[in-house]
């Protein structure tokens, strides 16, 4: 076991921090980093404050702060819909610190809010992801999340158009990709 993965094992999580710890965390994402996960658009030291002010105070987001050692690196958040018909779902998201990537903590952290979840009566996480993240897929799909559907062109880069990939993970475990193919072709038939 490397020294790296056996301190994945020590990840510490809170429902809190300070801002100033969040807004170093934040800082501390590089280009690659924000090029999969632009939720707060673009971070620097101009919009840093703004960004975390208004997190800081959002109450439809339960928040979840990972520490190694002291150090924050992982942030993650479910959040609640408003629509009264959609209060068992939640969409979650999450970014790991660019040093701290792919060391077993986006994981962790994704499985304790899945955990957290179920505990506080929701039975749908749903997820959009770059058709372009690999290591953001594999991980999601390594935690039982399932592909919903594949929005082509959906957003755009300067020139480069990317497609959304949306996923969801259900609490009863159940495998829905016969009944989404069955009701593709015959949505398809219908029309
Ligand atoms: C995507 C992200 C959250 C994953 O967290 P992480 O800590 O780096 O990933 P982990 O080490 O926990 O690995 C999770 C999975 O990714 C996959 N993975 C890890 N390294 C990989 C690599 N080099 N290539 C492909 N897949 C890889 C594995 O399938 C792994 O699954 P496992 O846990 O069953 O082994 C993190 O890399 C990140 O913050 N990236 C930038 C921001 C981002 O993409 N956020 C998500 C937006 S939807």
Do not use: P
């Not at 259900?170 to 193919?181: A, Q, S």
Request: aromatic share 12%; glycine share 6%; with cysteine.
């Amino acid at each position: 076991m490397t020294n790296a993965i056996k301190r994945s094992h020590d990840l510490v999580i809170l429902n809190k921090t300070s801002k100033e710890k969040f807004k170093k965390f934040l800082l501390s994402l590089g280009n690659k980093t924000q090029n999969t996960f632009n939720h707060f658009g673009e971070i620097n030291t101009i919009t840093v404050t703004s960004i975390a002010v208004k997190e800081f105070t959002r109450n439809d987001k339960e928040k979840f702060f990972g520490f190694i050692d002291g150090e924050l690196t992982v942030y993650g958040f479910l959040t609640r819909f408003d629509k009264i018909t959609k209060k068992h779902n939640c969409t979650l998201g999450i970014v790991v610190s660019d040093t701290w990537q792919k060391k077993g903590l986006g994981h962790k952290m994704c499985q304790h809010m899945i955990d957290f979840a179920w505990k506080h009566g929701f039975t749908k996480i749903w997820l959009a992801v770059y058709s372009d993240n690999k290591i953001g897929i594999n991980l999601y799909k390594s935690l039982g999340f399932q592909i919903e559907g594949i929005f082509i062109n959906d957003e755009k880069f300067n020139t480069q158009n990317r497609h959304v990939i949306s996923m969801a993970r259900f609490k009863n475990e159940n495998d829905y990709d016969t009944k989404r193919l069955d009701m593709w072709k015959k949505l398809n038939l219908d029309l």
